[in-house]
T-cell receptor, first 114, second 114 residues
Framework: AQSVTQLGSHVSVSEGALVLLRCNYS??????LFWYVQYPNQGLQLLLK??????LVKGINGFEAEFKKSETSFHLTKPSAHMSDAAEYFC????????????FGKGTKLSVKP | GEEVAQTPKHLVRGEGQKAKLYCAPI?????VFWYQQVLKNEFKFLIS????????ETGMPKERFSAKCLPNSPCSLEIQATKLEDSAVYFC????????????FGSGTRLTVV
């Protein structure tokens, strides 16, 4: 069965600092990997996804993630945090390939200090 | 439209009452997914559809939960005889090709059972 582990339920950074949110997955088949962001009382917005091809994936709002098969990781980074980045971030892996449901991690709450 | 429309936004039911939630997927998206987000932010997959056919229902508590996606109608998720533990935000997502394009989520329906 596939699973996702997000290390750190809460990450706090200063404005302008590097953002690093960690995600490790387990999958017996090549995974499709996703990062979503959820602002308070809102739905999920897709930040970026990895399906095939280039392992460094660029997303919206300056975020990017790198798929590392050897480390079974898909960490999310942003060089310089902005106050508006404060939200909950969810890593997810797709079950059963291209039509399967998403398996979510438990989320990481990102706080950005002025 | 280009958004997944979920109605109602909020729903309050007394324990034992029925609750019915609706989801209009993006036009052209043949896959619909339902997720339950409980207080600790954990997402639980409930059921998915490919057009009007159930694709995966492994997450559905079948005793009280049912769902449909009928042609030319919004999809629906119905809970018979709600319980306190059904209180959650229910998200619907749709996709044309889940693995390739990812999922577009609605803004959710917050169900409160009192």
């Amino acid at each position: 069965a596939q699973s996702v582990t997000q290390l750190g339920s809460h990450v706090s950074v200063s404005e302008g600092a590097l953002v690093l949110l960690r995600c490790n997955y387990s999958s017996s088949v090549p995974p499709y990997l996703f990062w979503y962001v959820q602002y308070p009382n809102q739905g999920l917005q897709l930040l970026l996804k990895y399906t095939t091809g280039a392992t460094l994936v660029k997303g919206i709002n300056g975020f990017e993630a790198e798929f590392k098969k050897s480390e079974t990781s898909f960490h999310l980074t942003k060089p310089s945090a902005h106050m508006s980045d404060a939200a909950e971030y969810f890593c997810a892996v797709s079950d059963r390939g291209s039509q399967g449901n998403l398996i979510f991690g438990k989320g990481t709450k990102l706080s950005v200090k002025p | 439209g280009e958004e997944v429309a979920q109605t109602p936004k909020h729903l309050v039911r007394g324990e034992g009452q029925k609750a019915k939630l609706y989801c209009a997927p993006i036009k052209g998206h043949s896959y619909v997914f339902w997720y339950q987000q409980v207080l600790k932010n954990e997402f639980k997959f409930l059921i998915s559809f490919q057009n009007e056919n159930v694709f995966d229902e492994t997450g559905m508590p079948k005793e009280r939960f049912s769902a449909k996606c009928l042609p030319n109608s919004p999809c629906s998720l119905e809970i018979q005889a709600t319980k306190l533990e059904d209180s959650a935000v229910y998200f619907c997502a749709s996709s044309q090709f889940p693995g390739t394009y990812g999922y577009t989520f609605g803004s959710g329906t917050r169900l409160t059972v009192v």
